[in-house]
């Protein structure tokens, strides 16, 4: 028996004892969220944004309206707004974004942006100049109930998540996001994605990380 | 014992036993390599480029000409231009760069170029049609023979390398190259180094893989 049958075997001995933790990967673009003030200030009293499409996180949509982002070096236009409203506004962007706009962004959570840089926003000549809330998302998976059970992750835990592309890579500190709310998927941005060879219907499996494995 | 501290002796049994396998790694923005004969075209019969910056592979060099890459949706202007001159031209982008110009471009390594999409280069108004060349780099792990040795790795094995960063992850399907002519240095691309919270220092860890252990 040679070394590779011997690995053949391990893994499909692995991958028989294992749960099957994976679920569709999700690439998400530039966007941003606004509170009710903001949406008054930028597009006037009682503005009641326009949905498009709905998105995969049920009750979440990309709407009409667009804005421009602009930073000392450069600008994002017709940035997509997503709805419905949230109680602070956040704008949400890529490595790549942060460049072009010239500013220094964290990599946060969505809504832990106590400390981030804000940024100017305008709707035509209308201007706001959001006072926190750039942020270049935490790469995280989005389960519903029944799938953390099945997986055996809990809201908050770090794990890893296996992606299987022409550039195949293993995302590390990912977080998992557990709620009612959700639909189980796994949202990254697009410079993770060109990382990854990201195409639509592109997969990721969750590995336990050591310290983390109860089950 | 609880099973944090198990999993710290685990963890540091396991590094005691492995050699260190670690590395600068580098960005690599997008360039251009030129042959004689597209430098010809391009910039005058017998045109010598200029050297402005050595670079960390002896021998290797940034020029202070640029060109521009025109593509169906998009331009990239300023690009590059890396010396010595090679008996093939290639182009190294990245996806986000490809979207930029609306070309398909497939990850490749330096100089498997059959197949591969062209590009229209521009020198001012002096153009060139390149009919193949433009490539995604796949990521690679230069090595000095000796750190070869020292790390257990071969030329053209396949790795997988750990990049401790503000985003860590792990890069899968990494190819080892391996020459009396290199510097050890990690390359990656912009996304690339956007999906791992690259810094300058930034450093690297080869893991074998599974099948390929053999030291």
Known sequence: MTNENIDEIIKEVVSRLQPKRDFEVEASGRHVHLSRADIDTLFGKGYQLTKVKDLSQPGQFACKERINLIGPKGVLKNVVILGPERKESQVEISGTDALTLGVKVPVRESGDI?????????????????????????????????????????????????????RPLIFDDVVIRVSSKFATYMHIDYDEANACGFKKGTRGTIIKKLGNWNG
Do not use: Y
């Not at 942020?135 to 890893?160: C, N, P, Y």
């Open 114 to 166: 106590v400390g981030t840089p804000g940024i100017l926003m305008m709707n035509g000549m209308t201007s706001l100049q959001l006072s926190k809330g750039l942020i270049i998302a935490k790469r995280h998976v989005h389960l519903t109930e029944e799938d953390a059970w099945r997986f055996k992750v809990k809201q908050g835990e770090i794990v890893q998540v296996k992606i299987d592309g022409e």
